[in-house]
């Protein structure tokens, strides 16, 4: 048997000679990628145990897509089970296969050291054991480039004559319609950004809201800034109250 050995689902218990994978088929990491981020729901990134006997250890994406290629004997922990990939996660894997696509077609000399490498993970026909974390994240980052994709495109055409709302410590009243949201680990809360009027605005805030949500702000300005992404302009905001509309 050769030192690459790649996973073949069909042929998975008839194996009798089994050594550790060095590297496995792409197209299965992908697929299992996808199923693990259907089974958690979401891209869990670290494990979660509980006391209660009740309530099943929460897998991260990364360790249920390891876990499942794992072949040593008594090496997996005994409440792991395996996600099995759907004909719907296949049809996902050939969509993030065309999405990833797309900067092949545009070249990678303008990316990202982040987003060359999660393309790279995906461009081969197998992958290594030690890059399965990665290709775990990959169902997650197509998810989110999409979004930051289209969110860009309404960005820079709807609101590229946005406006800095007063000047520092200015209080902030209106009506924002939340544009995107992202979770930071270290403040333990969401960075929001929205729209006033017509003008970008940002802020963070401990409570979740969905995108698209209007709601009632008051506000004090922190900063005025460009946001880099959408490259317009955008009022930093502190102490922020949201009320319902």
Request: glycine share 4%; with cysteine; charged share 30%.
């Amino acid at each position: 048997m050769s030192a690459t050995t790649v996973y073949n689902p069909i042929g998975w218990a008839n194996r009798v000679k089994k050594v550790p994978l060095k590297t496995v088929s792409t197209q299965e990491a992908l697929a299992v990628a996808v199923a693990a981020q259907r089974v958690n729901g979401s891209y869990i990134k670290d494990t979660r145990r509980f006391s209660c006997e009740e309530n099943k250890t929460q897998f991260a994406n990364k360790e249920l897509v390891k876990f499942s290629f794992d072949e040593r004997p008594g090496m997996l922990p005994m409440d792991f089970e395996r996600p099995v990939p759907t004909a719907e996660d296949y049809a996902e894997v050939a969509e993030i296969h065309k999405w990833m696509k797309r900067y092949v077609m545009l070249g990678l000399g303008d990316l990202d050291s982040f987003k060359s490498e999660m393309i790279n993970s995906v461009s081969q026909d197998t992958v290594a054991i030690n890059n399965l974390g990665r290709v775990a994240f990959i169902p997650e980052f197509v998810k989110r480039d999409k979004h930051e994709t289209g969110l860009t495109k309404e960005i820079r055409i709807e609101y590229r004559d946005s406006q800095y709302l007063g000047k520092e410590k200015d209080v902030v009243e209106g009506v924002a319609k939340i544009l995107d949201k992202r979770y930071s680990q270290q403040w333990e809360s969401f960075n929001y950004v929205a729209v006033i009027d017509g003008n970008l605005v940002s802020f963070m805030n401990k409570f979740e809201h969905n995108v698209g949500d209007m709601k009632r702000i008051k506000a004090k300005v922190k900063a005025q800034t460009k946001n880099k992404m959408f490259s317009a302009n955008e009022t930093r905001l502190n102490y922020v109250k949201l009320y319902k509309v």
